[in-house]
Structures are given as structure tokens and as C-alpha cells.
């Protein structure tokens, strides 16, 4: 391969401003990449990829049900050296007050993509490293986790194609794994909130679907029942049983890619956004049907008593008690790019506004009381809540007029 050789460090910070933490501010290296040959040339667009949004089960990105609040935080923000400056950093990392950043060499970009939470840890996929100017992938993907508290990050598992969606349960974490013409359903036990110290193995390949496809381009999960649901951009939606066994088609796409978007569930149906419309199919296997028609639906979220989602800059509520049969009411409208949503009932709705100049916002239920929550992110893909903290990965770019990247972020700010 052509070009100069780069030698690229990637380096983690984990900065954290909390009464409890402060002063908190570890650095951990990850060793060096093997070089890799760059010539300039158009860069990777991090607009590019698989079509992302939130949702979840309270535990997945963009999850439900976190509780407390917070006020709006300060504009201080982390840079990938460690240090703090008033308003956005070089790196598109403004507004949080904590996270994790990943720095690398001007020449390889990495990715990190969805962002999961529990009760310790804050868990995200990372698509990996892409040499800018040549449009490659290296396929040395990985999912990662770090204390919400401070520590240092470890990886759940390494050497993946193409890490994506992601679910944390109590005894496992689950993701997406997509490498271009077909992918799997991963998965990692975890032992007590530990990670097990078994490898990633496969726990769904979408064997036995009625078009003998298999998984082409699975791009988000939920996890419900003891079964794995989860959106694949050319076969549908499918469903599988953790325990093994034939998958089941709950809902064919028309086959072209990016239509569906997101997927969440609760204890009675599983819920997916699919271009015009926003649909629900039972668990217990009954049909699908419509919730409501849309312009173009993206990222969805359910609480206890409503569906959200949002739809052509605007964010959208629906009683469950009245699904398909009560219209949706608006709750936020006039945004640039609703992303990736969460909610909150006792707090409110969050979502992330995905561009070169993206924000994570908030609002109450009614519409209330909108705030920023961060400002210049650098598009602001997976959303995830904590009782006291939102969280969301920024993808980064490589702006084709740069002659370089920005490496991706996952952050965090408390709420």
C-alpha cells in the first residue's frame, strides 16, 4: 500500500468534574497500531454508515426509564490531551464535563458508534480504525466499557469486523456485528458485573428465515423475553431465541438498505421506526401492525405509559394504552437532525442532532424548559441515561478539505 506510514497511539481520557471526582483526570494508552500506508485524497465522511438512532430497554443505548435530574451543566469541555478549555475544544468534544475520548494519529480514524449503560459501567462499540484518503476499513473493531465513576476502559472484545448496536443486560452485553455482506449477533457473558473471560461468540446468525438470507446488515438490538429482536437493513426485523433455534421474520422491508432505523422494546410488543411509519409487532408473536404513519421516522424509546420517536426534526409522543388508534402529539419540533432519543419519565426527553456541529438536547414531557445540554459535537450518534448523567458516542470525521481526522469521542454530562 502506497503512501507514508503511520504509526498511531490511541489514547483514552477519562475526565470527570463531579464534587466527588474532581480533579479526576486518567489517561490510559492502548499501544501502538501496526503503520499503515495514507495517501491523501477524499476522507471518510462520518456521515456515511449504517443509519443510527436510539431507543433500547432501559439498558441499550438511547434506554428508558433512568430517574433524577439535573440542571443545565457548564460549558466546560475535555480535549483528547487531558486538558480543559471554555466552550468546544479542536476536536468537536464541547459541552460534556466527562467521557471518554479516543485520540489518534491525523491519519486513521477511529469510530465508536452506540453507547449502553448499567448500574457501573458505560459500554460502547467502536467500528474501528479507517485510513484516511483510502476509504479502508481495517476490521480491528471492538466493544468497551469503562467505570461510570472514573478507571480505566478494558475491552468486552476485540477483533471484531463491524461492531454496531448494542444491549446490556444483567448477566451479558449484546451486539450487532456487521462486515459488509452478512454479520452476527454477538454476545459476552458477564459474571457479577465482571466480565467472564470467555470470547465473543455468536448467539444469533438469523438461520432459517423464508428468504435463506441470513443476516446481511444487522444494524440495531433490544433484547426481550429471552429473545433477541433486531433491525436488519435489507431482510426486516428478526427475532431470535437467546437459547438457539430458527429465527422468525417479524416484519420484511422492501429490501432496500437504511429504511430501518431503530428498535426498543417492552414487556409486551417490540417497537421499530421503518421510513414512513412506526410500527409495533407483539412478543408473543402476533402480527405487526402500525403506530403511526411518518415522513421519515429515525430513533425511538418507550417508558411505561408512551412510545416516542422522532420524525423530520420533530420528536412525537403516543399513549400505549391508545397504540394505532390515537394520534401523535409533538413534544419538540424545529430540531436539525433528532438522532438518537432517550427519556426519562420523571425528566424528560434527550436526544442527540447528528452533524459536523451536533448537540445533545433535553426537554420536559410537555415540551417545556428545551436546554443543550452540549454543543459542537462531532455527529453525536448513540444516546444512553444514567440516574445522574447522559451519555452518547460521537462518531468524528474526516472532512474530505481537512487533510486529516478527528477521532471519535464517547462522552458524558451531568443532568
Aim: aromatic share 8%; with cysteine; proline share 7%.
Amino acid at each position: 500500500m502506497g503512501g507514508a506510514a503511520v504509526f498511531a497511539r490511541l489514547a483514552i481520557t477519562f475526565a470527570v468534574t463531579s464534587p466527588a471526582l474532581a480533579g479526576c483526570d486518567l489517561v490510559l494508552g492502548l499501544g501502538d497500531l501496526e503503520p499503515r500506508g495514507a495517501d491523501s485524497g477524499s476522507g471518510f465522511d462520518g456521515t456515511t454508515g449504517d443509519a443510527p438512532s436510539g431507543g433500547g430497554d432501559g439498558s441499550t443505548d438511547g434506554g428508558t426509564g433512568a430517574d433524577g435530574t439535573g440542571d443545565a451543566p457548564s460549558t466546560d469541555a475535555t480535549v483528547s490531551d487531558g486538558t480543559a478549555t471554555d466552550g468546544a475544544p479542536p476536536d468537536g468534544g464541547g459541552g460534556t464535563d466527562g467521557g471518554v475520548d479516543v485520540d489518534a494519529a491525523p491519519l486513521l480514524y477511529v469510530t465508536p458508534q452506540r453507547v449502553a449503560v448499567d448500574s457501573r459501567y458505560v459500554y460502547w462499540t467502536d467500528n474501528g480504525t479507517y485510513v484516511y484518503g483510502l476509504g479502508e476499513k481495517n476490521y480491528d473493531g471492538k466493544v468497551m466499557r469503562a467505570p461510570l465513576d472514573g478507571g480505566a476502559p478494558e475491552a468486552v472484545a476485540t477483533g471484531q469486523y463491524g461492531p454496531y448496536g448494542i444491549v446490556v443486560t444483567p448477566t451479558a452485553v449484546y451486539w450487532t456485528d456487521n462486515w459488509g455482506q452478512s454479520g452476527d449477533i454477538m454476545v459476552v457473558p458477564l459474571d457479577d458485573g465482571g466480565i467472564a473471560g470467555l470470547p465473543a461468540t455468536v448467539v444469533a446468525m438469523g438461520s432459517g428465515l423464508p428468504n435463506d438470507q441470513g443476516l446481511f446488515l444487522p444494524q440495531l438490538l433490544t433484547v426481550a423475553q429471552g429473545v433477541v429482536y433486531w433491525t436488519d437493513s435489507f431482510v426486516g426485523v428478526v427475532s431470535q431465541p437467546l437459547s438457539g433455534g430458527a429465527a422468525t421474520l417479524v416484519y420484511a422491508s422492501s429490501g432496500t438498505a437504511y429504511q430501518l432505523l431503530d428498535i426498543t422494546s417492552d414487556s409486551n410488543n417490540v417497537y421499530f421506526t421503518y421510513q414512513t411509519v412506526v410500527m409495533a409487532a407483539p412478543l408473543d408473536g402476533g402480527a405487526a401492525f402500525q403506530v403511526a404513519a411518518a415522513g421519515n421516522a429515525e430513533a425511538i424509546a418507550v417508558d411505561s405509559t408512551n412510545l416516542y420517536y422522532s420524525d423530520q426534526g420533530n420528536i412525537l409522543t403516543i399513549p400505549l394504552a391508545a397504540l394505532g388508534t390515537a394520534a401523535p402529539t409533538p413534544i419538540v419540533g424545529g430540531l436539525g437532525n433528532p438522532w438518537a432519543i432517550a427519556v426519562d419519565p420523571a425528566r424528560g426527553i434527550y436526544w442527540t442532532e447528528n452533524g459536523p456541529s451536533g448537540t445533545v438536547g433535553t426537554a420536559a414531557l410537555d415540551g417545556g424548559n428545551i436546554q443543550t445540554l452540549a454543543s459542537q459535537q462531532l455527529f453525536p450518534w448513540g444516546l444512553a441515561l444514567t440516574p445522574t448523567a447522559v451519555w452518547w458516542a460521537n462518531q468524528g470525521n474526516c472532512p474530505e478539505d481537512d487533510g486529516g481526522c478527528i477521532p471519535g469521542s464517547v462522552q458524558s454530562q451531568s443532568r
